[in-house]
């Protein structure tokens, strides 16, 4: 997979481990703050690499690969992203005001889960390559080209940013409806996107 030429800083690093008390709440399906859209950050300073920080041990604790500050209940324009959670030398990816320039010509269908979601997993359709723009945690201009399950990640977590979950763009309505019920959540909190 493509990755971004500036990686993520020291600034933001975190031991890559679950911590007793994670520092944020990761709010689940039926919430609305999961609903709402987020703002975009207008300066990139040190309580926005506090809360990327957080989001991070929250996401670690959680064993997630990604996690969008709406998921936390912070209606911003942040997402934190690590596809390699168990590798330490693998720094995360922080997107901040992240904005999609392209998709590409083809699409994937690929099985998803959510933390807001926790033990539902469903088939998704998203376009298998996009490039986004967005500024890293220490506010400088950012390009990437992603692929795969990258790609896939980012437009995750982006949905978050504009109150979709995955769940909301599900086909296979007998698999949504019985993965819901199985895990106590409501189909009526699912907004399908037609």
Do not use: W
Not at 88 to 111: C, F, K, M, Q
Not at 133 to 141: I, K, S
Not at 163 to 186: C, P
């Amino acid at each position: 997979m493509a990755r971004s030429a500036a990686r993520t800083s020291h600034s933001v690093l975190v031991p890559k481990a679950a911590v007793e008390q994670p520092p944020l709440q990761i709010h689940t399906l039926g919430n609305a703050a999961l609903r709402t859209s987020a703002r975009r950050i207008s300066k990139v300073d040190e309580p926005v690499r506090d809360l990327a920080r957080d989001m991070l041990r929250s996401m670690y604790s959680a064993k997630g690969i990604g996690l969008a500050a709406p998921q936390v209940g912070v209606p911003k324009q942040l997402l934190v992203i690590d596809l390699e959670p168990d590798n330490a030398a693998n720094p995360p990816l922080v997107l901040i005001n992240p904005e999609i320039r392209s998709y590409g010509p083809t699409l994937d269908t690929y099985e998803e889960g959510c933390l807001s979601i926790p033990g539902v997993y469903l088939h998704v359709v998203r376009p298998s390559t996009v490039e986004v723009t967005f500024r890293d945690e220490m506010g400088r201009p950012q390009r990437l080209k992603a692929e795969g399950l990258l790609a896939r990640c980012i437009l995750h977590e982006l949905d978050h940013l504009n109150g979709v979950l995955f769940v909301d763009r599900v086909t296979d309505e007998l698999s949504l409806n019985a993965e819901l019920q199985d895990h106590g959540f409501q189909r009526g909190d699912v907004q399908p996107i037609l």
